[in-house]
Structures are given as structure tokens and as C-alpha cells.
């Protein structure tokens, strides 16, 4: 794709700046600011990665790792903000996830551990867990609000804050999980996923590219669930006293 047609794309943009404005929807500015940010911040992105690709430096890439699992913590929390040590449940919740799914493929030898292989399959793991756990705290907030009864009579027939508490903990670990389990039931029939299509465009043969993205829908679900279980059986613990009295939400 040349710089030309690139720029022509930009009109796809237009019609939905249009339509906006045709149908009073005030999302012409959100438009314009996302779109510029995107050109900008991708093409900052090209360049470092460049570097880091050239760098090949097993400790500046793991650095990168970290960093960005820390801000997709600071994003995840926001959905958790009366939840106590948010920021450090996402980050440990979604390093957890990238960690035993990171070092499985590297195990199995799917992967080496190359910037250019493990940035973007890590980026891919940390992006699905950010949006589970964000998921995650908006449900066992809702839950803890709306079944406080439910919880309370349990506490008060003698129940742990666990067991009074196990169905709210399971029904947010499932809100959190069935996105990435309903995309996995539609790839090839209904969508033909960003990696896939992205290496089918370079000149990759189908087959090696089905192959490829086959190992990232089983690394997004085993990430998504290991984060999901790590956060929210972490998490719940922040809606009871240390006597196990359920706390004002």
C-alpha cells in the first residue's frame, strides 16, 4: 500500500464525520482527535519498535513487557475503582496470564523469545486480559450491589466471606471469559481475525497463516481465564472487613 491510497482511506472517516454531523450525533471532534491519534501514535510506535527489533536485547524487551502490562493495568482499574488495590490486582492478574501463557509457547517452542515474536503475540495477551479484567471489577461491583442480601443472609448462617460470596465470584470469572470464547466460536465463519488477514495480505499461505492464528485464539483463552480466576478470587476479598462483615459499597 502506497502513501497515496493510504491517504485516500482517510474518506471512510469522512462519511462517518458526515453522517455525524448530518444526524446531530456530536461525534465529529471524538472523530477527528481519534483518528489523528491513531496516525500518531502508530507512527511513533513503527519507529520504536524498529529500534527495539534491531536492539534485540532480551532485557529492554522484557522492560517493554512490563510496561506494558503496568498500563493495562491503569486502564483495567478504572472499571474497579472502589475495589482496594485495583492497579495492583490488574497488573498482577494480567502479568500472571502473560507470564504462563508467554513461557508455554516458549516452551513449546511456538515462539522464540524475539522482540518481533514476543512483543506482538504479548500485546495481543495483555489487550484481551485488560479487557476481561475491566469486565471483571464492573461485574463484581453490580453483583455486590444488587445480591447484598443474598450475601449477607449467607454470612449470617454462618458462611466464610468465600462461600457466601462463590456465586458473585463465578458469574463475574464467566462475564469476563465469554467474549473471548464467543469470538473463538466465530473465527473462520464470521470473522477472519487481525492476524490472520494481516499475514494472509503478506503473501503468507493460508493454511500457515490458519495455523498461527490457532495458537492465538488458545493463548487468548488460557490468558483470559488464568487473569480472570487470579483477579477476581483476589479481588472479592476487598468487599468484606477482615471479620468478614460485608463492607458499604
Known sequence: MNNLSLALTFSLV????????KEKLGLEKD?????????????????????????????????????MVYNASTVARKRGTSIENSLLISFVSILSGLVITLGSLLAFGAITYQPSQVIPISGMVVGNSMVAISLLFKSLLTNFQTKK???????????PAKEASINLIRDSIKTAMLPTFDSMKTLGIVQLPGMMTGLILAGVAPESAIKYQIMV????????????????????????????????I
Do not use: H, P
Request: proline share 0%; aromatic share 14%; hydrophobic share 60%.
Open 149 to 159: 442480601d443474598e450475601v449477607e443472609v449467607k454470612l449470617c448462617l454462618g458462611a
Open 14 to 21: 469522512l462519511i462517518a464525520l458526515f453522517l455525524s454531523y
Open 31 to 67: 472523530m477527528l482527535i481519534g483518528s489523528a491519534r491513531a496516525v500518531i501514535q502508530l507512527t511513533v510506535i513503527g519507529f520504536i519498535l524498529k529500534f527495539v527489533f534491531n536492539l534485540d536485547n532480551i532485557l529492554f524487551t522484557t522492560l517493554i513487557l512490563l510496561v
Open 217 to 248: 485464539a488458545f493463548m487468548l483463552a488460557g490468558a483470559v481465564t488464568i487473569s480472570s480466576f487470579v483477579a477476581s478470587y483476589w479481588a472479592y476479598r476487598s468487599f468484606f472487613t477482615t471479620l468478614s462483615q460485608l463492607k458499604d
